[in-house]
């Protein structure tokens, strides 16, 4: 019978149980991305806190494209002695870290007057209104290069893995989508052609890197927007073929997520998801069938009982957590202990700031 709290792997890395800590936008690191002190306390308490591993918030793979203010970077070479600091106390309190790399794309409210932004097809974000300049094959490889430097950045800093995020609106999936890739060359048009760019990064971080370094993806298992958007269908087919290609874990997630903000000059996003548990595990239910990399399911992990009954009723290897470490980043020791504690977090959303992500019950003792 599988446990929350087994021993499991994703690609060559041992991880001491199925509870990883989901990618989230902290929004504090410095004004260019280097980490400090508040950096290192945060993943301090996350490591203590029992996940067996943590996905850091997104990094930006090139410094003109910096999609959220106070984000992690890796773009250039000073990334990788800096980090160092960071690996080694996620490893000093018996955890694991795995950078995620991203480029925002037109899905950001951040400096947009003042930079390029790059699209597949010059189509307005309806959700921010930016409308990206269409990028060239040159851009493209461009992107393709950068992921796989930062990549080789991450494991010189002791990075246990990297994940590379196409959900959630950013590049990646607006590429897979083809509301927002309306392109006619080897990178748009027919499901595989869109999700080229995918594979093509894998590649160079594969060659980049040793042969044993874990490369996750999060994906969207549909950007629920019918036929306009990426379908379930077109995800399934992509998740076999990174399976192919020797992806080392699937995070499954789903999008969008967030509606328009209120107002223009004051953007306060707000998250509408669904209220039941593991509300993503259908679909990871299929995909984890289908292929042999360990499927990561995220979204609505609340309950130990239900996530057991997934592990014992379907393929799903591990769980990521987001809003529930914000609320409390040791909650998985707290499982530990008594799997029938109920999280603090009540997934109302009010974590998410353009300031940054913290929980709001903690910012009112705080105050």
Known sequence: MKELFDVTRLGNLELKNRCLRAATWEGIAEEKGQINDQTLALYADLARGGAAALITGYAFVLEEEQPSPKMFGAYNDTFIDAYKSLTDIVHENDSKIVLQLVYGGSFTWFNTESRVIWGPSAV??????????????????????AFGDAARRAMESGFDGVEMHAGHGYLLNQFLSPFFNRREDVFGGSSEKRARIIF???ENIRKKTAPDFPILIKLNCSDFMGTKGFTFEECLALCK?????????????????????KTEKEPTL?????????????????IAEAVSAPVILVGGNRSVETMENLLNETEISCFSFSRPLLC???????WKADKSVKPRCTSCGQCFTLDGNNCIQNREKAA
């Open 124 to 145: 307005t974000n309806k959700i921010s209104g930016v409308t990206p300049h269409e990028m060239t094959p040159l851009d493209i490889q461009t992107l393709i290069n």
């Open 200 to 202: 093509d990064i894998f």
């Open 241 to 261: 073929k990174l399976d192919t290609l020797g992806i080392a874990g699937i995070e499954i997630s789903g999008g969008p997520v967030f509606r328009a903000p």
């Open 270 to 286: 707000e998250v509408t998801l669904p209220a039941q548990d593991s509300y993503f595990s259908e679909y990871a239910r299929v």
């Open 328 to 334: 409390e980043p040791d909650l998985i020791n707290k």
